[in-house]
Every structure is written in structure tokens, then in C-alpha cells.
């Protein structure tokens, strides 16, 4: 199994910045994609960023080129850094792991959530 845990929240003026951080354990080896995604209240979630282990990365149109999604080799951490930031940037804030292992198929794991408020 894999663990997540995100870190970084918080509450920022617009126009301001940043970075969530996303830690991952247990059979981290397993781990082929790690994402963002976030959840505003009464929309549903929605994928902001993700990355795969070779480094391919996709994001949301209304994030691009305002937030960076990185992550070490090892995909242990991943990272999003958040600039310019809106007032409908305004959510709660999921990191997941997206794993595989032979004969277990696909799974995915979800860290609790980190809140992010963008003040006008």
C-alpha cells in the first residue's frame, strides 16, 4: 500500500503564491502517476495537475501556466508550486498516488486534503 499526506495550505491574497507538497510512502515503487486535484464547495473534484513517473505532465486549462507540478525520481514528493493565484483557485486540495503491481492491477490512494483560500 501507499500513503499520501499533503502539506502547504493556506490563505493568500490574490495575486499571490503557493506551494503544496505532497509526501508519499509504503511501496512507493508502485507508484506510476501522482496528481492534484481539488474540490470547492458544492462542485465536484476536479484534476488540477498530474505527473507521471517519467515526467510527463497534464494540467486543467484554468491552471496553465500559473501552477507547476514537480516531483523527485524516486516519486516520493511531489510538488505544486501555485502563482497568481484567483479567487476561484479557492478549494480543498487532494494529492493521490496512482499505483500498479503485477497482479494487483491499479490502485489509487488519497491523502485528507489541504485547504487553499485566495482572498480578493
Known amino acids: 500500500q501507499v500513503q499520501v499526506a499533503e502539506s502547504g495550505g493556506g490563505l493568500v491574497q490574490a495575486g499571490g503564491s503557493l506551494r503544496l507538497s505532497c509526501a508519499a510512502s509504503?511501496?512507493?515503487?508502485?507508484?506510476?502517476?501522482m496528481g492534484w486535484y481539488r474540490q470547492a464547495p458544492g462542485k465536484q473534484r476536479e484534476l488540477v495537475a498530474r505527473i507521471t513517473r517519467g515526467g510527463t505532465t497534464d494540467y486543467t486549462d484554468s491552471v496553465n501556466g500559473r501552477f507547476t507540478i514537480s516531483r523527485d525520481s524516486a516519486m516520493s514528493t511531489v510538488n505544486l508550486q501555485m502563482n497568481s493565484l484567483k479567487p476561484e483557485d479557492t478549494a480543498v486540495y487532494f494529492c493521490?498516488?496512482?499505483?500498479?503491481?503485477?497482479?494487483?492491477?491499479?490502485?489509487?490512494?488519497w491523502g485528507q486534503g489541504t485547504q487553499v483560500t485566495v482572498s480578493s
Open positions: 509504503g511501496r512507493i515503487f508502485s507508484i506510476n502517476a
Open positions: 493521490n498516488a496512482e499505483t500498479w503491481v503485477p497482479g494487483g492491477g491499479q490502485s489509487i490512494y
